[in-house]
């Protein structure tokens, strides 16, 4: 079973619509960390923001809001105004204990967003 | 502040090969990591160094290798090349190992293609 899973493979919006990219992970640590990053077709890894499983509180930044829910095991993240450089592909990532103090992060497939103008 | 370098960008083996990918981490990040991300597995984690030390190892074969010098860079190698080794690499560096925060910073990757 996947540990995170984005179940969009693929999202085709138009410029200026809203966008939410779904997470769902499973973990049976209390302790743990979720994570989004951002590919752009350059290939580097981007991070975007950092949540602990202790902090349900939403955030927002700028155009990106996220929407985290451990009653649903959720991470979703949305765009608001979608632009075209908001298209690549972005992962959802759960670090949890590896055993002692060693954590492991554990990437989602990805979602490919592409924003036509 | 230069970002993660990784060399070579790309390049083209054999079957039965065997490469070395280099990463320089951002300066003073201490911790590497690497990832091999192909379209079907996605980004897997293949093992994380901090201070010369191998801190974590994914799930793969033996025929994958590295090691991280004093001056925080790092090398993989992978022996023995097969087609499905075929892929891009990424390297990470942090400030701190993973257990800690998490917050990585890429490479561009290595993209390598095994014939």
């Known amino acids: 079973a996947q540990k995170v899973t984005q179940a969009q493979t693929e999202i085709s919006v138009v410029e200026k619509e809203d966008v939410t990219l779904d997470c769902v992970y499973e973990?049976?640590?209390?302790?743990?960390?979720l994570f989004w990053y951002k590919q752009p077709p350059s290939g580097e890894l981007v991070f975007l923001i950092r949540?602990?499983?202790?902090?349900?509180q939403n955030e927002i930044s700028g155009r990106y809001s996220w929407n985290f829910q451990k009653s649903t095991s959720s991470f979703n993240f949305t765009i608001t105004a979608s632009q075209v450089v908001d298209s690549a592909v972005y992962f959802c990532?759960?670090?949890?204990?590896?055993?002692?103090?060693?954590?492991?992060?554990?990437f989602g497939k990805g979602t490919l967003l592409t924003v036509n103008p | 502040k230069a970002g993660v370098t990784q060399t070579p960008r790309y390049l083209i083996k054999t079957r039965g090969q065997q490469v070395t990918l280099s990463c320089s981490p951002i300066?003073?990040?201490?911790?590497v990591s690497w990832y091999q991300q192909t379209p079907g597995q996605g980004l897997q984690f293949l093992f994380e160094y901090f201070s010369e030390t191998q801190r974590n190892k994914g799930n793969f074969p033996g025929r994958f290798s590295g090691r991280q010098f004093s001056n925080s860079r790092s090398e993989m190698n992978v022996s023995t090349l097969e087609l499905g080794d075929s892929a891009l690499y990424l390297c990470?560096?942090?400030?701190?190992?993973?257990?800690?925060?998490?917050?990585?910073?890429f490479g561009e990757g290595s993209r390598l293609t095994v014939l």
């Open positions: 973990t049976r640590d209390t302790t743990y960390y």
């Open positions: 949540r602990n499983s202790f902090d349900e």
């Open positions: 300066s003073g990040h201490r911790s």
């Open positions: 990470a560096s942090s400030l701190t190992p993973t257990s800690f925060t998490g917050e990585l910073f």
């Open positions: 990532a759960l670090s949890e204990n590896s055993g002692g103090s060693n954590y492991k992060l554990t």
